[in-house]
């Protein structure tokens, strides 16, 4: 009896056990939509295949499509990228899969980000060894033929095909999930810009500028044979001569030394010389060039002085064209950085299932340059004037430390974090002197060593 009552423990413990697991990988409810029978909103194979095509060709031979995708990755990753984890461990594994020499994380990002911008999309093969060592590799977006998502769900991908070869051939690559994520497992990772809802695809930013790059393109080297045509001349010698040989026997003399430009030519009244030269008269060529220029500048999101091409000679017109600039980095820049967290946050999880010192459930952050120096210097003027005002009212204790940090950050531009800076509610320099019988305290807080009214905030 007692046995049979514990193999039925044994069995429902068993159960419950599996229940919970099953429970676990549900991660993803069954979603109560599906999509209609309308055509996919991405674009056709061949159609997606050409556009990458030519955005690499693009770019490759067209400076002002370099130049586009060079400013968006010297903007967006700047004087680099940093892994931060306040977890000592977690923290020096990040950096050395960061720098690992299979990975250089620091130097592929700029070519990721190119790429990013040329092809709208990045897939990533993530591999990991016996040690637990993750490797990025990232694969051309012109290899991936197809994804294969959800039947009700577009976002949930499930995996990759991707052609290896001018034969047809094909790999699988099964797509990153969390929970049935394993060690000796390759996946694959897809991010995407610039793609429209029911969508899977991600599009170029280069994708509309395609047309205007190669008719600013033709319209340059025409404007190039036209200037070099219109300094083209001939001399024609016009006199008279007794029959076909004595023309022939001057041409051959002429011929045979031409005049240089700049010499004395003397003739007699037999002879009179004239020069052709074709008359192109095109006073609206400037015009015409800097419309198509305008066309590929609001295309790309970038004021004209980014492109060679100073729009007016004031620099507060100038400053001001960059505005919208910046916040169309800041958020590719806001995009990348998740990206590069997602990746980190996977290789983190991997090793954890091998090292226990590793601790999967700590917060990575993606920390980027700034993209402009003259907003820190904005910034620290509105901190050192606003600060003054703060620190007077944290003193006549009107705020707490904890709104004291938030109002300077906030005019610094940045988050407080409250795990760097705890903050005490038994602080006793936050606690209010005691009111005595003859007159009221003071608003001022007091230290409670020296007794002394305190006249500096320290945070």
Known sequence: ?????????????????????????????????????????????????????????????????????????????????????????????????????????????????????????????????????????????????????????????????????????QKRWLAYDSQLDSPDQTVMLHFAINRPPGAVRGESDLAPLLVWLNRYAIWLEDRARLNRYRNAFYFVVKARFLGEAERAARQAVLNAAPPTPGSILVTDESEQWEVIHPRLESHEASADGLSIKKMIAAGAGLPLHFLAEPESSTRSTAEAAGGPTFRHFEQRQLFFTEMLRQMAVIAVRRRAMIEPAIDPQEVIQVQAADLSARDNAALAIATQAASNTFFDLFDRGLIDRAELMRMVYRFAGEVPSQETYPIDPDDPARQQPEKSAGKAAGNKAVDPDSGETRGIAKV
């Open 1 to 169: 009896m007692k046995t049979n009552l514990i193999v039925r423990l044994q069995t429902y413990l068993a159960k419950q056990k599996q229940k919970q697991q099953r429970q676990s990988l549900q991660t993803i409810p069954e979603l109560p939509f599906a999509f209609s029978s309308e055509p996919s909103r991405d674009r056709l194979p061949y159609d997606h295949q050409a556009i990458l095509l030519q955005a690499l060709d693009a770019w490759r031979s067209n400076p002002l499509a370099r130049r586009i995708v060079g400013l968006t990755s010297q903007y967006v990753v700047g004087g680099g990228i940093r892994l931060q984890c306040s977890h000592n461990a977690t923290e020096q594994f990040l950096s050395r899969w960061w720098q690992h020499e299979l990975n250089q994380c620091a130097l592929r990002v700029y070519e990721w980000c190119d790429e990013l911008t040329r092809a709208g999309e990045l897939f990533f093969l993530l591999s990991t060894d016996a040690a637990g060592m993750t490797y990025v590799r990232a694969v051309p977006a012109s290899q991936i033929i197809a994804i294969d998502t959800a039947d009700n769900d577009l976002q949930q991908e499930q995996c990759y095909h991707q052609q290896t070869g001018i034969l047809g051939e």
